[in-house]
């Protein structure tokens, strides 16, 4: 019923007011009046979204799709305000943790109104998450017309705000990865700074409202995470790989003084970078501890002819999957990368699964359906998430909220560590 409407009736049923009109009549006029709002109000909305995507469209090239890399990281980066931001929590990717969440969990969000949200985000698929914090998040997918948007929400996902269409290629899957396409996002805390990536590699400095494209580095970027002002991306070109940095305010790429091989994954928090790597004869994690300036490398526990393994953090721990062939075993390191402690687990683990650490002495493990709350003395818990299908990406922006998504582009949220989840509808 019609706010207005209901307010009528309330008056011509009120003695008090001493009305002599006819109550049918007069409501069908308010039904009429409040029709003719709606419509209004439709026409607003739409003439404002058209405003805000065409704002975005101006000189530069925009990227906004961007898939999972298929680490199990959701990236909160940092730009050095980890200090302020660390309690005993998970970053959500590969970087900083967030402050405690004090909003509603996303399955409390009415989505019947008339909303930005419900007219224009109805088709869009997120391939791609980054956080800077419990509520607030951008996500990379593709349009109603294959385009590659971002979106962004500051109230844990209720309400979403489309940032911009980047002119790439958006690859919803490694087996869809060109030479031209991106296929993740990452922004810093500030929220002025980020990039997209997968392969091809985009940039923006201004909240994401412009982007363009970087081709300063030599290769073709695999990975990239952001912590203390800085950007790391693992770079690929031909079969060289090599690591690089830049500050998050720039895009001035300089190569870093590290040996690798063939890494499989990259986490950063504060001033740690941590890459897993495997040499021809061993498992192998190049680990600094001064934002890239310096690394040294040491054994990781995972086999030199599977992979080797992928990564997630937290303020002050790094857990690492390693395939074994026939189930996942899982390692936490609380020295940066240089050594490992083994998980064992009370049950077998898929051979390959995503690990999104929580705090330094919990991770989940997301497979279909389903995730594990893991401890690093084994215990676990299974939490059963309806209509979750295969995750690509899983992730803590601190020990309460945190994120799954899965290949079809259904994202979860949960605000008590895993316990329960919600399906962020969009």
Request: with cysteine.
């Amino acid at each position: 019923m019609d706010p207005l409407e209901d307010r009528v009736r309330h008056l011509l049923s009120d003695d008090s007011w001493r009305v002599d009109a006819d109550t049918d009549s007069t409501l069908r006029k308010v039904r009429e009046g409040a029709k003719r709002r709606r419509v209004r109000r439709n026409i607003g909305l739409t003439a404002a979204a058209v405003l805000v995507v065409a704002g975005g469209a101006g000189g530069v090239g925009y990227l906004a799709n961007v898939l999972p890399n298929g680490n199990g990281n959701v990236t909160v980066a940092s730009d050095g305000k980890e200090k302020a931001l660390q309690d005993e929590s998970g970053a959500a990717g590969s970087s900083q943790p967030g402050p405690a969440d004090a909003g509603p969990s996303p399955e409390s969000t009415d989505t019947t109104g008339d909303t930005f949200r419900n007219q224009e985000i109805a088709e869009f698929t997120p391939v791609s998450l980054t956080a800077a914090g419990p509520d607030r998040f951008w996500l990379l997918g593709k349009g109603t017309t294959g385009t590659a948007d971002v979106m962004t929400t500051t109230d844990g996902g209720k309400t979403f705000t489309p940032v911009a269409t980047i002119e790439a290629t958006v690859a919803a899957g490694t087996n869809e990865l060109k030479a031209d396409s991106i296929s993740s996002i990452r922004f810093a805390v500030d929220g002025d700074n980020g990039w997209a990536y997968g392969r091809a590699l985009w940039a923006t400095h201004d909240g994401g409202s412009t982007w363009s494209k970087v081709d300063s580095l030599s290769g073709k970027v695999e990975r990239l995470e952001i912590a203390s002002g800085r950007a790391i991306a693992l770079v690929k070109d031909g079969d060289k790989w090599s690591a690089w940095g830049s500050p998050v305010a720039s895009d001035e790429w300089t190569e870093l003084d590290v040996e690798l091989s063939d890494p499989s994954d990259l986490a950063v928090v504060g001033s740690i970078v941590v890459i897993a790597d495997r040499s021809t004869d061993e498992g192998v994690t190049a680990a600094s501890s001064n934002g890239g300036a310096e690394f040294s490398r040491f054994a990781s526990p995972c086999s030199p002819d599977l992979s080797g393994g992928t990564l997630s953090v937290t303020a002050d721990s790094v857990w690492l999957s390693c395939p074994t062939g026939t189930a996942a075993a899982v390692f936490v390191s609380h020295d940066a990368g240089r050594s490992w402690d083994p998980v064992e687990a009370e049950k077998s683990l898929p051979n390959t699964v995503l690990v999104g650490a929580r705090t330094s002495s919990s991770t989940i493990i997301a497979v279909p359906g389903q995730v594990e709350i893991l401890s690093d003395q084994g215990k676990s818990q299974t939490v059963p998430i309806k209509e979750l299908g295969q995750p690509t990406f899983a992730g803590f922006t601190n020990k309460n909220v945190g994120y799954v998504l899965d290949l079809d582009g259904k994202l979860f949220r949960t605000t008590d560590g895993g316990q329960k989840w919600s399906k962020v509808r969009l």
